[in-house]
């Protein structure tokens, strides 16, 4: 057997057995890291820190327990605009060492870069309060997200039997993904005391899961020729479309009248994804289901205001991501080695009020400005086996940290208006929203 046809036949086994497994191994996921953000540009201008605050309608999804501090029935709708950078290996060499005819003389990996921009009104809600009681119907976008690769086709060295180490490549490939998941659900929350309230959340989530990988030849009659986009020779698809209930529930606690704390649970919810392997322009093909899991959470955190006009508050979560590659589907004898861990993010965030500066006398109303900072833990699933190739796409990734700024202004009573905006290397958040009082 040729060096060629050994890696034609390697490479076909590789294609072959990725869509055999569960949703989350598809070559189309390769170093992606989905967040599942908080809405509310006040929580966004904090960085995050808001479940030990839930002083306004994103309680419902936040903290319900703080839907009890609303006063009056409130009506908020949010904008967002979301932009994310994604990396993926296109070329050099994943395992093994390169050799002197290019393209393979690079002796590590080469990354791609695919930037993607979304944008939508990605949350609204209505809370009526009633005495000790409050109520809310809302609907979320709890995931938007798009991302796209074309890679040239990375070198590889595979041990095999009888033959030893053998030479080996990739398929150039082109791959699309989407994913979309909004939720509606109703809220209610009750004041126990006047410093101690608790509320539950109860939404249906509809998600949309949808991704293409198509796999090319080569233009010439050995691995070290060109891609020849033209000629597609395998095809990975997955499909995903279900609706879940899923369950948010909080207490908030005021210790004391310039502490609070609070403490809220978001339940896992697992949609079944169909994966699907085939040739170019033929039905049929290998077929199996998967899921996709978004993580359960727990939050916890708290805010100080001091001297009235500045607040400060810190909030912990823990993100089961882990989940993310349970019950995985494993044949052809391939070790279910994907691996992801359960992240902490840390979440900073503090308010000031101006009611002196010289804008606030030019706008005629007092400012209120944000500022703040999380720590967003490498989730990226990663293949363990480092000799396997798998573990060139699969591998793991780095924390991102992230700053963000807003500012909002009321008023009267009746309206408020705001904008935020968080940064980080690997994704940015623009925030408007709007609150209407009756």
């Given amino acids: 057997m040729s060096v060629r046809q050994a890696s034609a036949v390697l490479l076909l086994v590789l294609a072959c057995s990725l869509p055999l497994r569960a949703q989350s191994s598809a070559e189309a996921n390769s170093g992606l890291q989905f967040n599942f953000g908080s809405p509310g540009a006040r929580s966004l201008g904090m960085g995050g820190a ?14 319900p327990a703080g839907l009890t501090q609303i006063l009056k029935t409130e009506v908020a709708m949010e904008g967002r605009v979301f932009s994310y950078t994604n990396s993926f290996p296109m070329a050099g060499r994943g395992i093994g060492v390169p050799g002197n005819k290019p393209p393979d003389n690079v002796a590590a990996l080469i990354e791609g870069r695919d930037d993607a921009r979304l944008a939508g009104l990605t949350f609204g809600s209505v809370v009526v309060p009633y005495d000790r009681w409050s109520f809310a119907l809302y609907r979320h976008e709890l995931a938007n997200f798009q991302a796209s690769s074309r890679t040239e086709g990375v070198f590889i060295d595979r041990n095999t039997d009888p033959g030893g180490i053998q030479p080996g490549r990739f398929y150039p490939a082109d791959s699309e993904l989407r994913l979309r998941i909004v939720s509606y659900g109703g809220s209610i929350a009750y004041r126990f005391r006047d410093n101690l309230s608790a509320g539950v959340t109860i939404a249906q989530q509809r998600a949309t899961l949808d991704s293409q990988t198509v796999q090319y030849a080569f233009t010439g009659d050995d691995i070290y020729a060109k891609a020849a986009y033209d000629t597609p020779v395998f095809v990975q698809e997955q499909h995903g479309r279900e609706n879940n209930l899923v369950l948010h529930g909080g207490i908030l606690w005021r210790v004391r009248d310039d502490l609070t704390f609070g403490a809220s649970y978001e339940q896992e919810n697992d949609f079944r994804v169909r994966v699907r392997s085939h040739l170019p322009a033929q039905e049929g093909g290998t077929e199996a289901r998967g899921e996709f899991h978004v993580p359960a959470v727990y939050r916890a955190g708290a805010g100080y205001t001091f001297r009235h006009y500045t607040k400060i508050s810190v909030e912990i979560d823990r993100i089961l991501y882990s ?11 391939e070790a279910p080695l994907y691996r992801v861990d359960d992240g902490t993010e840390i979440h900073v965030g503090v308010q000031r009020m101006l009611v002196h500066d010289r804008i606030v006398r030019l706008i005629g109303q007092p400012l209120i400005v944000s500022f ?15 000799s396997h190739p798998q573990s060139v796409r699969f591998r793991r990734g780095a924390d991102a940290y992230h700053v963000s700024a807003g500012a909002s202004v009321a008023v009267g009573e009746a309206y408020e208006a705001g904008i935020a905006y968080d940064y980080s290397p690997r994704a940015r958040t623009a925030s408007a929203f709007l609150v209407v009082r009756f």
């Fill in 50 to 63: 808001f479940v030990g605050i839930a002083d306004d309608a994103t309680a419902v999804f936040v903290n």
């Fill in 323 to 333: 989940g993310l590659t349970r019950r995985f589907v494993v044949f052809d004898g």
């Fill in 372 to 386: 703040g900072g999380w720590r967003d833990p490498d989730h990226r699933i990663r293949y363990e086996d480092p």
